[in-house]
C-alpha cells in the first residue's frame, strides 16, 4: 500500500506573494475603505443612515470627520492632519445637494499619528466666517460643571459620523449615528463607549459623540463631549472606541485663539452663563429643511445646568430657609450654595445650606505619556485601526503565521516513517519597503515573510527526505 505525503506547498508560495497576514494595505482599491489620514480609528457600527439635515453640525474633515462647536471653529482629530491646513466639508451625505467647502487653518496635539488613543490626538481647524455656515446650528462643548454633573459612566451618547459600516465594507460617505453608553473616563483625557455591536469604525476619526442635557424634567439641549480617535483593544470595527474628551480641545482653542466657546461656563468651567447661552439644538436628529438651510428644534426654556439663569453661582443646596422672625419683604436668597444672608429684613438669617449643584469642574490634565500607533513599526495593538494609504505602514489585525514544526507523516507498508526535525534556515534579507503601487512592509509584514521562507523551505526538506525514503522502499520491495 502507498502513501503519498502531500503538503500544501501551493499555499505557502502564496504567503510570500502577498503582504503579512492582516495587513490591510494589500487590500485591493475597491476594497479598502475612504481615504482617512494617518493611523485610522474610528463609520458607524449598528448605526441609522441620517436623513439630509439631521445632526447638521457634523462635517467632513479631510475624509474624517468633525464637529462645528462655533461658527468659526471645527473640532476633529490629530491624525486626520497633514499640515497646518484641512479641507472642511459641509455635507449632508455623498451625492447630496448643498454641499460645500472651505479651507480650514489647524493645529493639534500631536503630529499625525503619534497621540492616536490618547488625551494628544485632539486637534482644531479655524475657518472664515462664511454666510453658509451661519445657517448651521453649532453644538457647543460639554466642559466643566457641566460635564461634571453629566459626563458619567453608564450615560448615552450618539455617535455621528460618514464612515463605513464594518471591517472591509465600501459604504462610506454616509452620514449615519448610534446610540451608545460611556463605558470608562480616564483622567488623561480619554473617554471609551461602545461595543462591538454599537460604535465608530473606518471613516469616523475625530467625528462626534453627542449628548443631550436634561434631569427629567427640563431639556437644556445637546452637547459634544468628544471626538474619535482609536479603537478600544486590537480590533477592526468589533471593540469599543476611545474618544478624547473634548476639553482637550477647549483649553487649546481657548489659550491659543483667545475665543471663548464655552456660552454657559467661563475659561476654568465655572458657571458664567453668556447671552448665547441659549436656544441650543434639542432634537438634531428629526432636522427638517434643505442642507444647509437646516430646521432645527431648539431650546426654550433658561438654561439652568449648573445654577440659575442669570447668576454666576451654582445652584443653592438645601437648608435655606428664612428665620420666622424675618420683617415683611424680608425675603431672602438661597443662590450660592453657601447660605448667604437675606436680601432684605434685619432679622431674616438664612441657615447654611447644602453645596450647590455643579461645583466647578477641574481642567483635565493632559499626560504626556505617548502610545505607539500605527506608523513605521507600530505593533499591532498599538491603537487605530489598520487601513490602507499613503501615510506609513498600518498596525491594525496582525496575526502571526503558525510555527513551522513539520507534522508526522502517514505510514509506507506498515511502518510508522516520522519525519525529520525541520532545518531552520536563517531567514532572506527583508525586501525593501513599497509604496502605494504595492505593499506597505512594516516589521510586523517583514517577520511574517521571513516566517513563510522558513516554512517553505522546510516544507520542502520534508518532501524530499520522505520522497527518498519511498523510492528506496520501492527499489527493496522489486528487489
Same mark, same amino acid.
Given at each position: ?71 468659526? #471653529? ?49 486637534? $482644531? ?5 462664511? %454666510? ?10 460639554? #466642559? ?7 459626563? +458619567? ?5 450618539? *455617535? ?23 463605558? +470608562? ?10 461595543? +462591538? ?24 439641549? $445637546? ?45 476654568? &468651567? ?19 429643511? /434643505? ?7 431648539? /431650546?426654550?426654556?433658561?438654561?439652568? /445646568? ?22 415683611? &419683604? ?35 490634565? *493632559? ?65 525593501? %519597503? ?11 509584514? &517583514? ?15 520534508? $518532501? ?12 527493496? #520491495?522489486?528487489?
Amino acid at each position: 500500500m502507498r502513501i503519498w505525503v502531500h503538503l500544501p506547498l501551493s499555499t505557502l508560495a502564496l504567503l510570500l506573494t502577498t503582504c503579512a497576514i492582516g495587513d490591510d494595505s494589500a487590500l485591493s482599491p475597491a476594497e479598502e475603505g475612504p481615504s482617512e489620514v494617518g493611523a485610522l480609528a474610528a463609520a458607524v457600527v449598528g448605526g441609522e443612515i441620517s436623513d439630509p439635515c439631521d445632526w447638521p453640525s457634523t462635517v467632513d474633515v479631510n475624509g474624517c470627520t468633525g464637529t462645528l462647536i462655533h461658527p468659526r #471653529v471645527i473640532t476633529t482629530a490629530a491624525h486626520c492632519l497633514t499640515g497646518t491646513t484641512a479641507k472642511i466639508n459641509f455635507t449632508a451625505g455623498k451625492g447630496m445637494p448643498g454641499a460645500f467647502s472651505l479651507t480650514g487653518t489647524c493645529k493639534a496635539g500631536a503630529r499625525g499619528s503619534s497621540g492616536g488613543g490618547t488625551g494628544r490626538d485632539w486637534a $482644531y481647524c479655524m475657518i472664515p466666517e462664511d %454666510p453658509r455656515v451661519a445657517q448651521l446650528p453649532i453644538t457647543p462643548p460639554l #466642559v466643566g460643571c457641566e460635564a461634571e454633573r453629566f459626563l +458619567k459612566v453608564g450615560a448615552s451618547g450618539w *455617535v455621528v459620523g460618514f464612515g463605513i459600516t464594518g471591517p472591509r465594507k465600501n459604504d462610506n460617505g454616509i452620514k449615519r449615528a448610534v446610540e451608545v453608553k460611556i463605558n +470608562k473616563i480616564t483622567t488623561d483625557g480619554i473617554v471609551d463607549i461602545g461595543d +462591538k455591536n454599537v460604535g465608530a469604525c473606518h471613516g469616523d476619526s475625530g467625528g462626534p459623540i453627542y449628548m443631550k442635557l436634561t434631569d427629567g424634567t427640563h431639556d437644556w439641549g $445637546y452637547r459634544v463631549f468628544g471626538s474619535t480617535s482609536s479603537a478600544g483593544g486590537n480590533c477592526d470595527c468589533t471593540c469599543s472606541t476611545r474618544y478624547v474628551n473634548i476639553a482637550q480641545h477647549v483649553k487649546a482653542i481657548e489659550e491659543n485663539e483667545k475665543i471663548d466657546v464655552t456660552p454657559c461656563t467661563d475659561a476654568n &468651567g465655572k458657571w458664567d452663563p453668556t447671552p448665547a447661552c441659549a436656544n441650543f439644538q434639542s432634537d438634531p436628529r428629526n432636522a427638517t429643511g /434643505t442642507y444647509p438651510m437646516c430646521n432645527v428644534t431648539k /431650546t426654550t426654556a433658561p438654561i439652568a /445646568t449648573c445654577g440659575e439663569p442669570g447668576t454666576s453661582g451654582p445652584l443653592a443646596g438645601s437648608g435655606g430657609q428664612p428665620s420666622s422672625a424675618a420683617g415683611a &419683604g424680608g425675603a431672602t436668597t438661597s443662590l450660592g450654595g453657601a447660605g448667604g444672608a437675606p436680601a432684605v429684613g434685619t432679622a431674616g438669617a438664612v441657615s447654611a445650606g447644602v453645596a450647590g449643584i455643579g461645583a466647578a469642574a477641574g481642567t483635565v490634565a *493632559v499626560t504626556g505619556g505617548t502610545t505607539a500607533l500605527a506608523g513605521a513599526a507600530a505593533p499591532a495593538a498599538a491603537g487605530g485601526y489598520a487601513r490602507a494609504g499613503t501615510t506609513g505602514s498600518n498596525a491594525g489585525r496582525g496575526t502571526s503565521v503558525g510555527a513551522n514544526t513539520a507534522g508526522t507523516t502517514g505510514t509506507v507498508t506498515g511502518a510508522v516513517q516520522t519525519a525529520g526535525s525541520v532545518a531552520t534556515l536563517p531567514p532572506p534579507p527583508s525586501p525593501a %519597503p513599497r509604496t502605494s503601487s504595492g505593499c506597505q512592509v512594516s516589521a510586523s509584514s &517583514g517577520a511574517a515573510a521571513s516566517q513563510a521562507w522558513t516554512l517553505l523551505l522546510g516544507g520542502m526538506m520534508v $518532501y524530499w527526505r520522505v520522497s527518498r525514503r519511498q523510492r528506496r522502499m520501492r527499489s527493496l #520491495v522489486r528487489e
